[in-house]
């Protein structure tokens, strides 16, 4: 009967380190879980961010849109066009004067 005593209480000893061992490994994916939870609230805290902007950018290139459409109605199309080609090339070549710098 002592045998079987010292028994369990060998076995209970395991446990215990056992259950030790289960308790820090629920505890570090608990902080890992909330660590995952915060980046989550943080992105999607971005996205909506981006989300109005490129609300925003639509809004204005709609607007952007509408004012050329007007202009090619009123026969001034041909010369805002060459004024747009040129401010694209003035933009393109000090692009390109920067990047070699």
């Known amino acids: 009967m002592r045998r079987g005593g010292g028994q369990r ?7 215990d380190l056992l259950e030790d ?18 980046e989550v609230r943080l992105h999607n805290k971005e996205l909506a961010g981006m989300d109005n902007d490129m609300d925003k950018v639509g809004g204005f290139l709609s607007q952007t849109m509408g004012r050329l459409k007007g ?3 009123h026969g001034y199309g041909k010369l805002y066009c060459y004024l ?18």
């Open 9 to 15: 209480a060998v076995y209970g000893e395991e446990n």
């Open 21 to 38: 061992e289960l308790n820090q490994k629920v505890s570090a994916l608990k902080r890992i879980t909330i660590d995952i939870g915060e």
């Open 71 to 73: 202009i090619s109605r």
């Open 84 to 101: 747009f080609l040129f401010a694209l090339a003035v933009f393109f070549v000090m692009y390109w004067m920067i990047r070699l710098k």
